[in-house]
């Protein structure tokens, strides 16, 4: 089973600029998360969708960051503009969306962003 | 807000040693536990859960862990360690029964294990 993709790997960027993460979640998976982890701390949860709705996203700062899911697959997520403490590493991650929090989530990559 | 400690950040072991890493978790509610691994060069994965029955819960690769409800701990064991679980691993809480399911996570603990 493909498991979840994401790109780019690594990305640099000055602040103020803006950058765009892809990810494709295992198929099947309703739920989509994005998480963001800082380095010497744990995942933290951005946003959560379900299918291609929003269920979770009172930790996405909204003033820099959006999120879409068109279509209930492939999701992105954007930042405009980075700043300096938005480097970290940002995860994706799926699950089958079952209900009652018992879901396995399954993760990507990541991508590793450095905002100089 | 759900919190999550972990106490050791970073924990040196020689092979066959025995591990023991703590977890503790603020929520008074019904909740799911989790324990992920992040091996060296690969993704996170699940090492194991708990929902409901028997609190000793076994993993993958030896590894179990043990949901005490009083002490709102789940500490993750294994009786003797090999080099390859030499990883970064990450309790985690959710609450069970909500409309959706946002999952907490400590700040991980790094594990050593020399040859």
């Known amino acids: 089973e493909a498991g979840v993709a994401q790109s780019p790997r690594y990305k640099i960027i000055e602040k103020r600029q803006s950058v765009a993460f892809w990810c494709n979640p295992i198929s099947g998976h309703a739920t989509l998360y994005w998480y963001q982890q800082i380095l010497g701390q744990g995942p933290k949860l951005l946003i959560q969708f379900q299918n291609n709705g929003v269920v979770d996203d009172s930790q996405l700062p909204k003033d820099r960051f959006s999120a879409e899911r068109l279509k209930g697959v492939d999701s992105t997520l954007k930042i405009q503009p980075a700043k300096l403490e938005d480097s970290a590493v940002y995860l994706c991650?799926?699950?089958?969306?079952?209900?009652?929090?018992?879901?396995?989530?399954?993760f990507g990559p990541g991508t590793r962003l450095t905002v100089l | 807000a759900q919190s999550v400690s972990q106490h050791n950040h970073h924990v040196i072991l020689s092979e066959a040693a025995s591990l023991e890493l703590g977890c503790n978790y603020s929520y008074g509610g019904t909740v799911n536990l989790f324990w992920y691994v992040q091996y060296p060069g690969q993704h996170l994965q699940l090492l194991l859960k708990y929902f409901s029955g028997d609190p000793l819960v076994k993993g993958i690769k030896g590894f179990e862990a043990e949901f005490i409800k009083s002490k709102f701990s789940f500490n993750l064991r294994k009786p003797s360690v090999q080099w390859s679980d030499t990883a970064e691993y990450f309790c985690?809480?959710?609450?069970?029964?909500?409309?959706?399911?946002?999952?907490?996570f400590g700040t991980g603990t790094r594990l050593l294990v020399s040859p």
């Open positions: 985690a809480v959710n609450r069970r029964n909500t409309g959706f399911q946002k999952l907490v």
């Open positions: 991650a799926s699950s089958l969306g079952g209900g009652r929090g018992t879901d396995t989530q399954y």
